[in-house]
C-alpha cells in the first residue's frame, strides 16, 4: 500500500514550486518613473546599466552608482586618475549627449546596450525635446532630472529611487544636507548688504565668466558672496573686457585655470583689481573634477565648503576642510586619500 504520507510529500513540494513560479511571474518586468520634467517614464524593472548623457550626470551616477556607469563622457588625464579607484578611471569613453563631449553618433549609444539614459542639469525645453527625440529613435528610457545646486539632497533621493539604491542615496543627501546647514550659519553671520565681491575668471585671460544666475556660479549664493558678473537680462556663459573687470573691482576672484592664476599677479592690467592687491585671487582644486565648477554638479558639495574657508577663513571652514575633503572623498569618490594627495589638494600657491 502506498502510505498517506509518501502521497502528500510529493504534493507539498508541488505546491511549493507553483507558489514560488507564481510569485515569479508576478514580478513585474517594467514599473513607472515620473522625471523632473514631468514625463512619465517606462523603466525596467531593475536596472543595471546606464548612460550618462553628459558630465554631470556621469559624476553623480559615479559617486552613487559607480559599478553601474557604462563610461564616461570624455577620458581622464592622469592626474585626474590618481584621485579615482583604478577600476572606474578605466571605464570606457563614450561620449554624451551636450556639451563638449557631444558625438552624435546614436549607434555607440545603441551599441553599449544600457538599460537608461540619465540626464542631469537644466530642466529646459532643448533638454526635454532632446530626450523624447533621442527615446523615440533608440527606444531606450531616458530620465531628465534637476541638477540645480540647492536640490542635490532631493536629487540623491531621485537617483536612490531610480536605480535602487537607497541606502546610498540616504548617505549622500544627508551631506548635502549638512553642508547647506553649515553654509547656511556662515551666510546668516554675513551682512546682506555687504556679500564678498566675486568674480569667476575662466580661460587663460580670465575674461570669460559665467553671469549671475547661471548654474556655473550659482554656489556663490550660499556662502554670503555675489557674483561681479551680473546682466539681469541674461545669465550663462559671456567674454567680458578687461574695462568691465576694472569697473566692478571684485573683492575676489576664483578660477580653475593654472595659466591664469599664475599670470594674473604680474599683469599690469590686473594689478589695481582689489582682489590682486590683496592677494585674494584663488585657484580653485580640481582633482579629479573642478571644485567650483567644470562641471556644474555634484563636485560643488566639497567646492562649497572650500569656498566658505577662502572666503571666511574666520567662521572655522578652514580648519575643518581637512578632515571634511577626506570624508567627502572617501564617500563620493570611493577613494581613500592619502596625506600627501590631501596636501595636494589644498595647497595655496601665491
Known amino acids: ?43 525596467p524593472s531593475r536596472i543595471d546599466r546606464v548612460f550618462a548623457a553628459g558630465r554631470p550626470a556621469a559624476i553623480t551616477l559615479f559617486t552613487i552608482a559607480p559599478d553601474k556607469l557604462l563610461g564616461w563622457p570624455q577620458a581622464f588625464r592622469d592626474e585626474e586618475k590618481a584621485f579615482l579607484p583604478e577600476r572606474y578611471a578605466e571605464l570606457p569613453v563614450l561620449g554624451g549627449l551636450f556639451g563638449r563631449a557631444k558625438t552624435n553618433d546614436l549607434e555607440v549609444l545603441v551599441a553599449a546596450k544600457p538599460d537608461l539614459i540619465v540626464d542631469i542639469g537644466g530642466v529646459d525645453p532643448t533638454h526635454i525635446s532632446a530626450a523624447e527625440r ?64 566675486v568674480y569667476y575668471a575662466r580661460g587663460p585671460n580670465g575674461l570669460e565668466t ?22 539681469p537680462n541674461r545669465n550663462g556663459l559671456a567674454t567680458v573686457s578687461r574695462e568691465q573687470i576694472l569697473a566692478w573691482n571684485p573683492e575676489v576672484v576664483i578660477t580653475l585655470n593654472d595659466k591664469f592664476y599664475h599670470a594674473i599677479w604680474t599683469d599690469p592690467i590686473w594689478e589695481s583689481v582689489a582682489a590682486v592687491r590683496e592677494k585674494r585671487v584663488y585657484l ?59 596636501d595636494e589638494l589644498l595647497q595655496t600657491p601665491h
Not at 32 to 41: I, K
Not at 304 to 328: K, Q
Open 284 to 342: 580653485a582644486p580640481s582633482l579629479p573634477f573642478g571644485w567650483f565648477d567644470l562641471p556644474a554638479s555634484v563636485n560643488r558639495l566639497i567646492g562649497e565648503h572650500w569656498l566658505a574657508a577662502v572666503l571666511h577663513p574666520e567662521n572655522g571652514a578652514a580648519r575643518r576642510l581637512r578632515d571634511t575633503t577626506r570624508e567627502f572623498y572617501d564617500g563620493f569618490y570611493h577613494v581613500r586619500l592619502t596625506d600627501a594627495q590631501l
Open 210 to 231: 559665467a553671469l549671475a544666475g547661471s548654474l556655473n556660479t550659482e554656489m556663490l549664493a550660499y556662502v554670503g558672496a555675489a557674483n561681479v558678473a551680473a546682466d
Open 134 to 197: 533621442i527615446e523615440a529613435q533608440t527606444h531606450i528610457p531616458y530620465v531628465v532630472l534637476d541638477g540645480r545646486f540647492e536640490k542635490t539632497a532631493d536629487l540623491y533621493e531621485r537617483l536612490g529611487e531610480l536605480l535602487d539604491e537607497k541606502p546610498k542615496a540616504a548617505e549622500l543627501a544627508a551631506f548635502a544636507r549638512r553642508s547647506f546647514e553649515e553654509m547656511r550659519a556662515i551666510e546668516a553671520r554675513v551682512a546682506a548688504d555687504h556679500p564678498v565681491r
Open 1 to 43: 500500500m502506498v502510505s498517506r504520507r509518501s502521497i502528500l510529500l510529493p504534493l507539498v513540494a508541488l505546491g511549493a514550486i507553483a507558489a514560488s513560479a507564481g510569485a515569479f511571474a508576478a514580478e513585474p518586468a517594467t514599473r513607472s518613473f515620473t522625471d523632473a520634467a514631468g514625463r512619465t517614464v517606462t523603466l
